[in-house]
Nanobody, 118 residues
Framework: QVQVTESGGGLVQPGGSLRLSCVAS????????MGWYRQVPGNQRELVAA???????NYADSVKGRFTISRDNVKNTVYLQMNSLKSEDTAVYYC????????????WGKGTLVTVSS
């Protein structure tokens, strides 16, 4: 079994910063890509940022220059540093761990809510 757990969400004012963390635990040998997605009620879940095991990154255009994704392969952890937050960044943020090579599937966390409001 594999569990994916996010933390770090909360309420922040526009222009502020938050750091999200996500740890994958359980029967894990290695994780391919890890990513952060977000979803607003009524909308589809969208990719925010992703990072490969080797450190290559990919960002949504809307967060480029403001968000930074990083990971610790030893700890099976991925981080999302979010700066210059805007009200439109308000969403539930989900972490995804790609274990298709070893488990045949990806795993999702339950999400953490980020609210950007004054």
């Amino acid at each position: 079994q594999v569990q994916v757990t996010e933390s770090g969400g909360g309420l922040v004012q526009p222009g502020g910063s938050l750091r999200l963390s996500c740890v994958a635990s359980g029967s894990i040998f290695s994780i391919n890509a890890m990513g952060w997605y977000r979803q607003v009620p009524g909308n589809q879940r969208e990719l925010v940022a992703a990072i490969t095991r080797g450190g290559s990154t990919n960002y949504a255009d809307s967060v480029k220059g403001r968000f930074t994704i990083s990971r610790d392969n030893v700890k099976n952890t991925v981080y999302l540093q979010m700066n210059s937050l805007k009200s439109e960044d308000t969403a539930v943020y989900y972490c995804n761990a790609d274990l298709r090579s070893s488990h045949g599937r990806t795993y999702w966390g339950k999400g953490t809510l980020v609210t950007v409001s004054s």
